[in-house]
């Protein structure tokens, strides 16, 4: 047996999977699979085609609800369940938040005003996401406002492919949706899968280790996105509430079962910051994180091994 792996652009980000097979052809067979169901989603889920599910919820803002597959609207329903549990730190409406507000061009000089960035935020809210269980429908309540699933999309692409691969018999694999990733089995070699987590200061540097065969891990970090201000670093991690960019924390990593939610906490922990993130990844069974702040201390969750 041996790890076959292939890597290409997939919903906006680097996916690489990779299973474990007899031989190439069986293997590219199961990779073309997952590869296929990773699209199909991301049909549904992009807001760059006017004619994705998605568009059209954006599209009838404030005119009309929008009857969607039960699969989009389970994502929707259980994207607002993390919107519950969080306080609002995740939030799948802040799709309105526009680019004229954030650019990350390392060309800002200076933050928007506090009065600016609310203006911005009105629309975000995910108590306006209204859903009919009976018709299937979503209706956005205010105009203007947007979805969008760039906090969870890609978590659930790699859950949904690990999926179909392990009903069509991969024993062992990897599904990384640029760093969010689920694994499964053990490598050929009979171990189980491990990560590095990296040094932020310098990602190429590992400073422990992880066996995570089984797991789903996501990391949300300012250190690939950021703008100085001022001497501060302020991440791409926009607070839906104020509209400003949070700072303080280098990066969070969250390892669950499911990478579909390991996805969707890793950047409101980072909102909500270190004690309440902490605090409330020790009441979640089964959830547990890596918080790493601006001066490198690291704080982790209950019961986490690291090696």
């Known amino acids: 047996m041996q790890g076959h792996s292939q890597s290409l652009k997939l919903m906006g980000n ?6 474990v097979a007899e031989d190439n052809a069986t293997a590219q067979l199961h990779i073309d699979t997952a590869i296929d169901e990773i699209r199909r989603i991301e049909k549904l889920l992009t807001t760059f085609k006017e004619d994705s599910q998605t568009s059209l919820i954006n599209n009838n803002a404030g005119i009309a609800p929008v009857a969607v597959d039960r699969e989009v609207y389970n994502l929707i329903e259980r994207s607002i369940a993390i919107s519950r549990i969080t306080q609002g730190a995740f939030d799948i409406s802040y799709g309105s938040l526009d680019k004229s507000l954030w650019n990350f061009d390392r060309e800002m000089t200076a933050l928007p005003s506090k009065e600016e960035a609310l203006k911005k935020v009105h629309l975000i809210n995910y108590n306006n996401i209204i859903l009919n269980p009976e018709n299937g429908t979503v209706f956005l309540k205010e105009k203007g406002m947007r979805i969008g699933f760039g906090g969870i999309g890609k978590g659930y692409a790699a859950e949904m492919a690990r999926n179909l691969l392990t009903a ?36 190429e540097k590992v400073f422990s280790y992880m066996d995570i ?93 690291l090696k």
């Open 213 to 305: 065969s089984g797991k789903a891990v996501a990391t949300s970090g300012n250190y690939e996105k950021y703008v100085m201000i001022g001497g501060k670093k302020y991440s791409h991690t926009i607070d839906p509430k104020t509209g400003l960019p949070i700072s303080g924390i280098k990066s969070v990593t969250i390892i669950c079962d499911n990478a579909e939610f390991a996805d969707a906490m890793a950047t409101p922990i980072a909102v909500m910051g270190i004690k309440a993130g902490l605090h409330l990844v020790n009441q979640i069974p089964g959830l547990f994180c890596i918080i790493i702040d601006d001066n490198n201390n690291m704080y982790t969750s209950k019961n986490i091994n």
């Open 168 to 203: 069509n018999g991969v024993k062992s694999g990897i599904v990384n949706a640029s760093g969010d990733l689920t694994a499964w089995g053990m490598q050929p070699s009979g171990k189980p899968w491990r990560i590095g987590i990296s040094n932020p200061d310098s990602p």
């Open 14 to 19: 680097n996916f690489t999977i990779t299973v």
